[in-house]
């Protein structure tokens, strides 16, 4: 029988991967973060079974991680360096150049809607999870992500006219 952690958590992995990634744009350190925050989560296992959003939670842990390191290294500047993703599906030359031109773009976005923008055209997230995971209101969701999509939709436009 497999326990709580292996269940409801472990298969949570990916999805704060990528999360993570988004935030600090490296591989080593952003797996190193979600095993700190797996820790916690199979030490807490009892409190977590009952827990309202455990998806919230998760998220939140992991934020709080990424916010002790850099405060603990002294590296703020390292949250805004954003490097590009990579697409690692078999597409067109152009649809792959739209996509990266579109994770660039992403970079200039709050990081609220940079969050809500990956969780829904990235992860494929709907609406109603999204609140969930984030905590946050559907109307909140909404309105960032229409503000998300609106200031990237510009910057392609300008990009193609200049």
Same mark, same amino acid.
């Given at each position: 029988?497999?326990?709580?952690?292996?269940?409801?958590?472990?298969?949570?992995?990916?999805?704060?991967?990528?999360?993570?990634?988004?935030?600090?744009?490296?591989?080593? %350190?952003?797996? $190193? !973060?979600?095993?700190?925050?797996? #820790?916690?989560?199979?030490?807490? /296992?009892? =409190?977590?079974?009952?827990?309202?959003?455990?998806?919230?939670?998760?998220?939140?842990?992991?934020?709080?991680?990424?916010?002790?390191?850099?405060?603990?290294?002294?590296?703020?500047?390292?949250?805004?360096?954003?490097?590009?993703?990579?697409?690692?599906?078999?597409?067109?030359?152009?649809?792959?150049?739209?996509?990266?031109?579109?994770?660039? %773009?992403?970079? $200039? !976005?709050?990081?609220?809607?940079? #969050?809500?923008?990956?969780?829904? /055209?990235? =992860?494929?997230?709907?609406?109603?999870?999204?609140?969930?995971?984030?905590?946050?209101?559907?109307?909140?969701?909404?309105?960032?992500?229409?503000?998300?999509?609106?200031?990237?939709?510009?910057?392609?436009?300008?990009?193609?006219?200049?």
């Amino acid at each position: 029988m497999k326990s709580f952690f292996e269940t409801h958590i472990w298969p949570k992995r990916s999805k704060l991967y990528r999360l993570v990634y988004l935030w600090i744009r490296d591989r080593a %350190l952003a797996e $190193d !973060l979600i095993q700190n925050v797996f #820790e916690k989560s199979f030490q807490k /296992e009892g =409190e977590l079974k009952n827990h309202p959003n455990l998806s919230g939670w998760l998220v939140k842990s992991l934020k709080n991680e990424v916010l002790m390191h850099y405060r603990s290294s002294k590296r703020w500047e390292d949250l805004d360096g954003l490097e590009e993703i990579q697409v690692n599906e078999p597409v067109n030359e152009e649809t792959k150049e739209s996509v990266r031109k579109v994770m660039i %773009l992403m970079k $200039d !976005l709050p990081l609220k809607q940079q #969050e809500i923008f990956q969780l829904r /055209e990235v =992860e494929g997230m709907s609406y109603e999870e999204i609140a969930d995971y984030l905590e946050i209101s559907m109307e909140q969701v909404k309105v960032n992500l229409h503000r998300a999509r609106t200031k990237i939709r510009e910057k392609m436009i300008a990009m193609k006219a200049g």
